[in-house]
């Protein structure tokens, strides 16, 4: 079974960019979904970006696109989240997760987790 490990957090200013990477173990990582939650402190879980598993397909929640970039190199069992233009709205625990079942917008369909990564952008 897939292992997530997710890195590149950290703080930043408004306005600026960051890059979080989700490297994952095992062989078959060409056949999951892939996407990135983020959860505030009070709030919910929700989905920022997920990707299929060739990474021809994309989608995003409204209120980062345009801003933000999941890619995927299966080659590297690794996915990305290029973060633009931040906000303080984007403080959160980022986390990476896959799915069984292809691309997927719904957290129930995400089977592996990663532990979560800070991200920080003061207001």
């Known amino acids: 079974q897939v292992l997530l490990v997710e890195s590149g957090g950290g703080l930043v200013q408004a306005g600026g960019s960051l890059r979080l990477s989700c490297a994952a173990s095992?062989?078959?990582?060409?056949?999951?979904?892939m996407a990135w939650f983020r959860q505030a402190p009070g709030k919910q879980r929700e989905l920022v970006a997920s990707?299929?598993?060739?990474?021809?397909?994309?989608v995003y929640t409204d209120s980062v696109k345009g801003r933000f970039t999941i890619s995927r190199d299966n080659a590297q069992n690794t996915v990305y989240l290029q973060l633009n233009r931040l906000e303080a709205e984007e403080t959160a625990v980022y986390y990476c997760?896959?799915?069984?079942?292809?691309?997927?917008?719904?957290?129930?369909?995400?089977?592996?987790w990663g532990k979560g990564n800070q991200v920080t952008v003061p207001s």
């Open positions: 095992g062989r078959t990582f060409g056949v999951y979904g």
């Open positions: 997760a896959a799915s069984n079942s292809g691309l997927q917008r719904a957290e129930k369909f995400y089977d592996v």
């Open positions: 990707i299929s598993p060739g990474g021809l397909n994309t």
